[in-house]
């Protein structure tokens, strides 16, 4: 009775990728062996920034699998010890695991928003930055609805999803950026869509400077998806452009899958190195359901006018260029995102 009891409880809380069908590929995706690495840190250099993005996986206090929070835990401070990274971006983190994780990584201060109340209850997607590197100068979460601003679900979504910000200042060169972490909904895919236009909207909003920009999450589609055709026009992809990277998957499924959904994109800065981290840490095969992916960038400047233009940047071009008037305002007023449609924006 008491196993049947613990398989009701197991099952009565849908996990956002339960149902994920994956585009199976040809990355590695199975740990290295029994590997822990290095015990030192990764030096990180006073005009570097080093983004890790890491899906924790939604998890139970008391669990008695091995692919439970409570088995995997141990593992997370040694990994994050060792990569040293100056921000983390967490998915799907409950508070009691972002409590953990905090109380885990002295140096690291956090912030993030429970996606249920606005407060603490939910799956937080949540952000770390390390102390001896960076201050937060700003922070925020919006909602990726029609309404982000306040607790809400957007469009056709099978969950409430946000995305956490925040504009940092590195101590050691005096150099800002902005990052933003989010979770992108696997069930609408209208709602896909509409939160790639609506984080590119809100990017623009919360970063009126142009300072470099980093976007981390697990976006639940592969980099082919038409979902990401907005994030094309001003945003490059770490996987792709780092002269150092790899072709491993990024959720497996605790073993069974093999697909990259999770990425990390940029604009404004250089890439040095993207990695999938495949490493066990106290003998924990798999940290969570997805590998953690970090990516190494170098900073070498507020705002870099030699950084490559990607499609739809206009380099040198201002407001000035571009005069406003009454009859080009955008398709939306007071922050309400209702009117943004397909037809708004047309996918190519």
């Not at 306040?150 to 469009?155: H, Q, T």
């Not at 709602?191 to 790639?196: E, G, I, K, Y």
């Amino acid at each position: 009775m008491l196993s049947c009891l613990l398989a009701v409880a197991s099952c009565a809380q849908k996990l956002d990728n339960s149902d994920f069908i994956p585009g199976m590929d040809e990355g590695d995706f199975d740990p290295d062996q029994n590997v822990s690495g290095p015990a030192l840190p990764d030096e990180i250099l006073a005009n570097q920034v080093k983004v890790i993005s890491f899906n924790v996986r939604v998890g139970t206090e008391n669990g008695t699998d091995p692919n439970d929070w409570p088995a995997r835990r141990k593992s997370v401070k040694p990994l994050l010890t060792k990569e040293n990274p100056t921000v983390i971006g967490l998915q799907e983190a409950l508070k009691h695991q972002m409590d953990y994780i905090a109380l885990e990584m002295e140096g690291y201060s956090s912030y993030g928003l429970g996606r249920d109340d606005g407060k603490s209850s939910g799956e937080i997607m949540a952000i770390f930055w390390n102390r001896s590197q960076v201050s937060c100068d700003n922070m925020g979460t919006f909602w990726l609805s029609a309404t982000p601003d306040e607790v809400s679900k957007g469009w056709d979504a099978g969950y409430m999803r946000t995305a956490t910000w925040g504009e940092f200042t590195v101590l050691a060169t005096n150099q800002k950026f902005f990052y933003l972490n989010t979770h992108v909904d696997n069930e609408g895919n209208l709602a896909r869509v509409q939160s790639m236009h609506l984080i590119k909207e809100k990017v623009k909003e919360l970063n009126p400077y142009g300072f470099p920009v980093i976007i981390t999450g697990d976006f639940n589609a592969e980099l082919s998806h038409a979902m990401f055709d907005p994030f094309s026009e001003w945003l490059y992809d770490a996987r792709s452009t780092a002269p150092v990277s790899d072709t491993r998957a990024t959720y497996h499924g605790f073993g069974k899958y093999s697909t990259k959904i999770d990425h990390i994109f940029y604009t404004g800065l250089e890439p040095l190195e993207y990695r999938t981290i495949n490493k066990t840490y106290e003998g924990v095969t798999y940290i969570s359901d997805h590998y953690p992916i970090a990516a190494l960038f170098e900073l070498t400047g507020s705002v870099d006018p030699d950084a490559p233009q990607a499609p739809g940047n206009y380099g040198d071009l201002t407001e000035d260029d571009f005069p406003c008037d009454d009859y080009n305002e955008p398709p939306y007023s007071d922050g309400g995102y209702e009117d943004m449609t397909e037809e708004d924006y047309p996918l190519q």
